[in-house]
């Protein structure tokens, strides 16, 4: 973790919009990082918490799937549009959301997230690279063109990364959260 802090250090110094993203946690209240019963990492609104797996814990960024910086990153963009989610809880308590279009709703907000993620990596490659992170786009919602090598974002529309969130199940969980909260159609 101590290394994964100084990364992000790194980060705040050479990325505008990951100090827009902490700044706004900072005034939000703050955040807690712990372990969690997860499958990579997640955030809990509620008790302001980022939970992070065992195998994200430990990744350094040699290992497969997200590092360590790249899950805090990723969760802490989440944390910070936490209004944007409290909205679509609130609408969905007043009936104004079915279980698909609660789904849609917060994977938007997370595919937003995915996309803050790829502007401070592109704001802070150098940062990252010399942290042994600068070469894996792929952690941080980027691929490189096949042919320019020019990143360009891992989804080519909010509609292509909701199918594939479907497609992975993970907006499946959305769907039964809202029937478990909300109990409508």
Do not use: K
Not at 44 to 55: D, G, H, K, V, Y
């Amino acid at each position: 973790m101590t290394r994964a802090i100084n990364v992000l250090g790194d980060l705040y110094r050479s990325s505008p919009t990951f100090r827009a993203v902490a700044g706004t946690i900072r005034d939000e209240g703050g955040v807690d990082i712990r372990e969690g019963n997860v499958n990579v990492a997640a955030t809990n609104l509620t008790n302001r918490a980022i939970l992070l797996s065992p195998q994200t814990l430990s990744n350094a960024g040699s290992g497969d799937g997200p590092s360590l910086v790249s899950a805090l990153v990723f969760e802490m963009n989440n944390l910070a549009r936490s209004s944007e989610a409290e909205a679509v809880y609130g609408l969905a308590q007043y009936g104004a959301f079915n279980a698909a279009s609660y789904a849609r709703e917060l994977e938007r907000i997370e595919y937003n997230s995915g996309l803050s993620s790829a502007q401070i990596f592109e704001e802070a490659r150098g940062a990252l690279r010399a942290h042994g992170e600068g070469d894996h786009p792929d952690r941080w919602f980027l691929q490189e063109h096949p042919q320019s090598r020019a990143l360009e974002p891992m989804y080519s529309s909010f509609e292509e990364s909701l199918l594939y969130q479907y497609e992975c199940q993970h907006a499946t969980v959305y769907e039964n959260e809202f029937h478990r909260r909300y109990n409508n159609a």
